[in-house]
């Protein structure tokens, strides 16, 4: 089936640790994203990428960093994790960013900084 | 810039009961609009879009929602709530940077 595949499904993570989030899709979208879910906050756009070999940054892209080396995979990475990073993170692709036919999002990953 | 509010952060309705979702949305450029749901430990799954063709649009599930640009609204409605309507919605708007900016949210709970 067609999608977006996110891992870990769940993490506990120490302080301090670095810690990769993966996200793979196989719909050859040119667009991909990365929000971060947390309660009475709604989804916050941390990085995105219009293309392979370009990102851009979100509304909350502090203590994040993203690569696209491929159209089908954009890993989010947290160098030094805080307890604050405590979220759940979901990972989207679109089409063209151009286009208005909606993001596809994966099931999410929830990390927990303790 | 662009932004949303959704008005309610939890709507309980009895099952069979029309359901109504509100939002209201702020965009520098003619928005285009979406709606997600979001079932518990999964996903956002697309409900429905306006894309500046008809201003009523219908979804899945037997959704729809009117754009007003008088109100600068996008409400969702369902004329009869189904148990497994319980979810979160999310209203979301794209703005002028393609980028889609995304409300708060609003848990809907469908009692028996």
């Known amino acids: 089936i067609a999608g977006i595949t996110q891992a870990p499904t769940s993490q506990i993570l120490a302080a301090g640790r670095r810690m990769t989030l993966r996200c793979t899709q196989d719909m050859r979208h040119n667009a991909m994203y990365w929000y971060r879910q947390d309660l009475g906050l709604g989804l916050r756009l941390i990085h995105y990428s219009n293309t392979a070999g370009t990102t851009g940054k979100g509304e909350v892209p502090d203590g994040y960093s993203v690569s696209r080396a491929n159209t089908d995979d954009f890993p989010l990475t947290l160098a030094s994790a805080v307890p604050s990073q405590t979220s759940v993170y979901f990972c989207a692709s679109s089409e063209n960013p151009g286009l208005s036919l909606g993001y596809t999002f994966g099931s999410g990953t929830r990390l927990t900084v303790v | 810039a662009q932004s949303v509010t959704q008005l309610g952060s939890h709507v309980s309705v009895s099952e069979g009961a029309l359901v109504l979702l509100r939002c209201n949305y702020s965009s520098s450029v003619p928005p285009y609009l979406f709606w997600y749901v979001q079932y518990p430990n999964q996903g956002l799954q697309l409900l429905l879009k306006y894309t500046s063709a008809a201003t009523l649009v219908k979804g899945i599930n037997g959704f729809e929602a009117e754009f007003k640009k008088s109100e600068t609204s996008f409400h969702l409605t369902k004329p009869s709530a189904h148990m497994s309507d319980a979810a979160e919605y999310f209203c979301?708007?794209?703005?002028?940077?393609?980028?889609?900016?995304f409300g708060k949210g609003t848990l809907l709970t469908v009692n028996p």
């Open positions: 979301a708007v794209r703005g002028s940077n393609y980028k889609l900016t």
